[in-house]
């Protein structure tokens, strides 16, 4: 995971992007639906797995920065009447001031302490878009989004979503691959050692929470535009633990599983809403799967079974 | 002039005390054994240097900068670096990334978020992996190597930063004959190359007198003989505390 990308996986990425990009053509508009929210949910997985898998440390209140991103998205744009290219950039600003903010607490404790923390902030910011019904619209949820006339339409809001998202994941890539990324999985695999190298380990836990936070709330500014909404459910607990199962069913340990796992958990779901309205349940049961079967996700799953087939069984 | 130096440094665990009044003075380019019987509070010395842990109190000084209680990292960037006793590497990273990553830290650029990670330091990465013999071993994973390697790795981790003062609690722990004649020889070999003042703890008693310019003897949390290594053997209190051990230099 810490290499630069190998030239199959970069094969890969090229084909991705150029599928994404014929999707429209097809015409189908529940497709179109279906990838928009998937490369969103991808981003805001990515963006967790800054936390989760490069800097070892689990957050389960991660939506609150999505919502941030979100809310402040479509406030900016319907209340305040801002164009697109001011409301964007100042949700995501918005996200990640909350992060820093909320990382500065959170990176004084550790393990089981600071997951708890960035539970209990995630519950303040619901709280906060829950009672303050004046700038809201608390459980009605915000709805009616003012959208720019230039994103107006299926089609100009497929593909401006297929940029951000790509350009998001790109530099999300750099920043996992960079000396900064290096580093940080040395925190995670060993903080004492790293602090006796020289590295501030609390600083680095804060720069990788402040990564994420920022990267979920451009996630959640492109669901507010895409939803034409935004939900009080959208920075409930359960948001942030969806986006957690996400991560952890695509493989923490490699870049690109927790998008691979936004796409799979979010088809199943669809799937399973139109056979029955027990998609919870379903949910447990996945979750049960990874946990006892899975703990490196469905990218540990094939590279187990390419090894076993190419024989070696030690390469990684 | 010492470059490392400890007044009156105690540690109190709730009425355990596990370091009592200990002064020691590190001179610079010396190499300095603390020895002493299980629990006599070797390691936890080591902590009390290192701002693992805070002392109850006495002061812990630099080149008489007075660092008691600097955390890890800001300590580093003086001069010190140390080993631990249980292995303390990266273990599901590659042994070259294990020595990279100080490296980057040394340079800091651990803060780089934009430059990629791969091409720091390769150089660098590549000399101290010559220096403790695993260079073959660069693209393993560090987990998978054997003890007495990983030991080695931590060496190489420990040296990338450049120390002036390298502090070894018990560098040979767990390690076998072979591993451990190995060993020594490596740290006798570069601590001479390189200078370094040298402060490590140790049970075997043919690496510390294989080694050491001078002897601290740790017994309940004090010291109770320091000085050069024939001194401390013919010591009487010493002999009474290591009763029935050897201490003739030839290990066991």
Not at chain 1, 73 to 96: K, R
Not at chain 1, 145 to 153: E, H, S
Not at chain 1, 160 to 166: D, M, P, S
């Amino acid at each position: 995971m810490t290499s630069p990308m190998s030239k199959p996986a970069m094969l890969g990425c090229l084909l991705v992007l150029i599928a994404l990009a014929v999707i429209p053509l097809l015409g189908d508009k529940h497709a179109m639906d279906v990838t928009v929210e998937i490369m969103i949910l991808a981003l805001f997985a990515l963006s967790l797995n800054v936390l989760i898998g490069y800097s070892g440390n689990v957050s389960f209140g991660h939506a609150a920065y999505f919502a941030i991103g979100g809310y402040t998205n479509a406030i900016l744009l319907t209340s305040y009447d801002l164009p697109i290219l001011v409301s964007m950039p100042v949700s995501v600003l918005f996200a990640m001031v909350a992060a820093m903010f909320v990382a500065w607490f959170c990176t004084r404790l550790t393990d089981i302490y600071f997951a708890m923390l960035t539970l209990a902030f995630a519950m303040l910011v619901w709280a906060v878009l829950f009672k303050w019904r004046g700038m809201t619209n608390g459980d009605d949820g915000f709805v009616g989004i003012t959208i720019p006339a230039f994103l107006d339409g299926r089609i100009p809001l497929y593909y401006f979503t297929l940029i951000v998202v790509a350009a998001s994941i790109a530099l999300l890539w750099l920043i996992c691959h960079s000396a900064f990324g290096k580093v940080l999985v040395a925190v995670r695999e060993n903080r004492t050692r790293a602090g006796f190298v020289g590295v501030d380990t609390r600083r680095m836990r804060w720069t990788a929470f402040v990564v994420a936070g920022t990267f979920a709330g451009i996630a959640g500014s492109l669901f507010a535009l895409f939803k034409s909404g935004m939900y009080v459910e959208n920075a409930f607990w359960t948001q942030s633990a969806q986006v957690l199962i996400m991560t952890l069913l695509g493989g923490m340990y490699s870049f690109f599983g927790p998008a691979i796992g936004a796409a799979v958990l979010h088809m199943l779901e669809i799937t399973t809403n139109r056979y029955t309205e027990y998609w919870p349940t379903v949910l447990g049961g996945i979750l049960l799967v990874i946990l006892l079967f899975l703990p490196d996700g469905l990218v540990g799953l094939a590279q187990k079974v390419k090894n076993k087939f190419s024989g070696s069984g030690g390469a990684r | 002039m010492a470059i490392l130096e400890t007044q009156n440094l105690m540690k109190d665990f709730g009425g355990f005390v596990a370091t009592n009044n200990v002064s020691l003075e590190l001179r610079e380019g010396e190499r300095h054994a603390i020895i002493g019987p299980n629990g006599a509070g070797k390691t936890t010395f080591f902590n009390l240097i290192t701002g693992h842990l805070l002392p109850s109190s006495g002061t812990v000084m630099f080149e008489g900068k007075d660092i008691t209680g600097m955390v890890p990292h800001k300590l580093v960037r003086l001069g010190v670096a140390r080993s631990f006793q249980r292995i303390n590497i990266y273990p599901r990273m590659t042994v070259f990334e294990n020595v990279q990553v100080a490296l980057i830290a040394r340079d800091n650029n651990h803060f780089n978020l934009f430059s990629l990670g791969e091409p720091h330091n390769r150089q660098d990465t590549k000399e101290l992996l010559e220096l403790v013999g695993l260079v073959e071993e660069a693209p393993e994973i560090a987990g998978e190597l054997s003890y007495g390697k990983q030991k080695q790795l931590e060496l190489a981790i420990a040296l990338a930063e450049n120390p002036r003062v390298l502090l070894l609690d018990e560098p040979t722990a767990g390690m076998s004959p072979q591993e451990t004649t190995e060993a020594i020889a490596l740290v006798d070999r570069i601590t001479k190359d390189r200078g370094l003042t040298l402060l490590f703890t140790e049970h075997d008693m043919g690496v510390v007198f294989g080694i050491a310019d001078r002897i601290s003897v740790l017994h309940h949390g004090e010291i109770i003989a320091s000085g050069l290594p024939e001194e401390v053997r013919n010591d009487p209190e010493v002999r009474r505390v290591y009763l029935g051990e050897s201490l003739d230099g030839e290990g066991h």
